[in-house]
């Protein structure tokens, strides 16, 4: 397993924490995923050999938040 954290812009309430909540832990392979509004922050455990980085991030960005680069 391993751990990251992604910096993400453009939540403004618990709804929101709850919506990237519900989509990253939808990715194969996702573990936990644990999301603070603020500072704007996901904590995610995932396995490596089913997804990445890139994966969750892009579905972060389809719900329709931005992520800080």
Do not use: H, W
């Amino acid at each position: 397993m391993e751990t990251i954290e992604i910096e993400i812009e453009g939540m403004s309430c618990g709804g929101c924490t709850a919506s990237v909540t519900r989509v990253l832990e939808a990715v194969a392979g996702v573990q936990s995923a644990t999301v603070t509004l603020n500072p704007g922050k996901a904590r995610i455990v995932f396995d490596a050999t089913q997804t990445s980085r890139a994966v969750l991030e892009t579905s972060i960005e389809e719900a329709g938040y931005d992520i800080n680069r």
